[in-house]
């Protein structure tokens, strides 16, 4: 099976930085990544699926890019709603794995 | 708007069997592939398993000979059972609706999850 490797696992960082979160696929897997960003006690929330497409309502800042094995998400300039859990996720042959999630702090 | 949500018991005692349900209200049933999600307290995420309206269903490897998954299409509700469950079962369960795009699949409307405590 396909594994997800996220880095950092963790990071802190300031309101209006640009951020950069990495997912790495164990083989190519194309533009099969999509991005998640969950809140405390809330449901995962798709930010962007086939890895650079911006899911509907999802505020232009996010963006993402990759293919092969190699993915980023991209916040441009964080907001104080950004803060959360963010997760990457890839589906191949009826099945779907998660990277283990990168939680992004205030600083 | 589609809206997702869970149903059921609270708390399994061990070696049962864990029953969920999730209604699905603003879309048929029939349109969409939809997945059972859980996440344990403080940790990641992972699938368990899909399943259309026709009843074809696909789960993950790792939980395959403990799940069952069924859909009811009058009642626009699909379940989910998880049997003889310990206490490495405790987490909270999302269902979730599939969104097939041009490269893949991904969870596009989730419900706001139930947290299930297996427990004595």
């Known amino acids: 099976a396909i594994q997800l490797t996220q880095s950092p696992s963790s990071l802190s960082a300031s309101v209006g930085d640009r951020v950069t979160i990495t997912c790495r696929a164990s083989q190519g897997i194309n533009s099969a990544l999509a991005w998640y960003q969950q809140k405390p006690g809330k449901a995962p929330k798709l930010l962007i699926y086939d890895a650079s497409s911006l899911e509907s309502g999802v505020p232009s800042r996010f963006s993402g890019s990759g293919s092969g094995t190699d993915f980023t998400l991209t916040i441009s300039s964080l907001q104080p709603e950004d803060f959360a859990t963010y997760y990457c996720q890839h589906f191949n042959i009826y099945l779907y794995t998660f990277g283990q999630g990168t939680r992004l702090e205030i600083k | 708007q589609v809206q997702l949500q869970e149903s059921g018991p609270g708390l399994a005692k061990p070696s049962e069997t864990l029953s969920l349900t999730c209604t699905v209200s603003g879309d048929s049933i029939s349109s969409y592939y939809w997945s059972w999600i859980r996440q344990p307290p403080g940790k990641g995420l992972e699938w368990i398993g899909n399943i259309f309206y026709s009843g074809n269903s696909n789960y993950n490897p790792s939980l395959k000979s403990r799940v069952t998954m069924s859909v009811d299409t009058f009642r626009n509700q699909f379940s989910l059972k998880l049997s003889s469950v310990t206490a490495a079962d405790t987490a909270v369960y999302y269902c979730?609706?599939?969104?097939?795009?041009?490269?893949?699949?991904?969870?596009?409307?989730w419900g706001q999850g139930t947290m299930v405590i297996v427990s004595s």
């Open positions: 979730a609706r599939v969104y097939s795009s041009s490269w893949s699949d991904a969870f596009d409307i």
